[in-house]
């Protein structure tokens, strides 16, 4: 945790010309330019719902907007994550998107907590303006003024961060780190754990639940709101649920929610409530869960790997899946 009332610290890019972005980038400096002019051109908006699993008692109905760069910028962004930002070294709160950095490193950072907060940041990426990535750029990262007006323009839409670009999870990053000092220093002061997976904000110690008012009083200053209906105090006797894990008593595990629905997809596939044509799509379903639960906690697996495996014989399975059910059970 880093010492209060310090500035967050990362090697500046100091990319002072334009054509210097260009050569770092591989990318013609005219094609850089041209796709900076009119954004609006290379973007084609539309709405989705989440991917829903077969065995989901209830599939996701809330549509969410994804501003979907076209192809040619949608390129040029996932160089410039690739070149720029992806090589930034993060501080140790900060999980979400940073390679080599999970869910359960996150969710380990609290373990043992008697008392849990979880905060979300309503509607993240679209309250980060333009003038804030400008300032990310400019200002923590120490690009020129040409190169930072340019690259804002490569990474923004409408004025804001767009869904669906490589480049914006790693700007939340940069923009939330870069103003949540007075949140590090509280919980530096108060002796809370303090970690960040994009939007969420997570807090564990004694005296938790003071960060709620002083990181609402800091995302608010910047234009960022919390969700209230996301906020969540998890004492000593609660179930403590973190971005997809289960803090167990020692160690991190999956969330019973999430083993319960596969015991039912395991279920419904036995007593032949699957149609025969849906059966190969619903076992990979399964399978995938299991494998993320595995890189959770291999134990919380072994049981319905065992299962799966038994109803699964005379059923069409990969052979990567067969050998995952195996070893595992």
Not at 171 to 194: K, S
Not at 259 to 264: G, N, V, Y
């Amino acid at each position: 945790m880093e010492p209060p009332g310090i500035a967050p610290v990362v090697e500046k890019l100091r990319v002072l010309s334009i054509n210097r972005l260009a050569d770092m980038l591989k990318v013609p400096r005219e094609t850089l330019v041209r796709l900076s002019v009119e954004p609006e051109l290379n973007y084609d908006p539309f709405e989705t719902v989440a991917r829903s699993r077969p065995f989901q008692r209830q599939p996701p109905s809330k549509l969410r907007p994804i501003d979907n760069p076209m192809k040619e910028l949608s390129w040029v962004q996932k160089r410039i994550y690739r070149r720029l930002l992806k090589p930034i070294c993060f501080p140790e709160h900060i999980f979400g998107a940073i390679p080599k950095r999970s869910v359960r490193d996150n969710a380990g950072r609290h373990l043992n907590a008697a008392l849990l907060v979880t905060l979300d940041i309503r509607q993240c990426f679209p309250s980060i303006t333009n003038v804030q990535v400008y300032q990310v750029w400019r200002k923590l990262l120490g690009c020129s003024t040409p190169v930072a007006a340019l690259l804002t323009q490569l990474t923004t839409f409408q004025r804001r961060l767009p869904q669906g670009a490589a480049t914006s999870p790693l700007l939340a990053n940069l923009f939330i780190w870069m103003i949540d000092e007075p949140i590090r220093r509280a919980c530096t002061n108060l002796n809370v754990a303090y970690s960040t997976w994009i939007d969420d904000l997570a807090f564990s110690g004694e005296h938790a639940r003071e960060l709620i008012q002083v990181a609402a009083s800091v995302l608010a200053a910047h234009g960022l709101r919390l969700s209230r209906k996301k906020i969540r105090i998890m004492g000593p006797r609660a179930i403590k649920l973190l971005t997809g894990t289960r803090l167990g008593a020692r160690q991190v595990r999956a969330p019973k929610e999430k083993l319960s629905r596969i015991r039912s997809g395991i279920h419904k596939l036995r007593t032949g409530l699957v149609r025969e044509e849906d059966e190969e799509k619903y076992i990979n379903g399964l399978v995938a869960q299991l494998r993320y639960i595995h890189q959770l906690c291999p134990e919380d697996v072994c049981y319905y790997a065992n299962d799966l495996a038994a109803v699964s014989k005379g059923r069409p399975l990969t052979e990567s899946d067969k050998r995952f059910l195996d070893a595992s059970a």
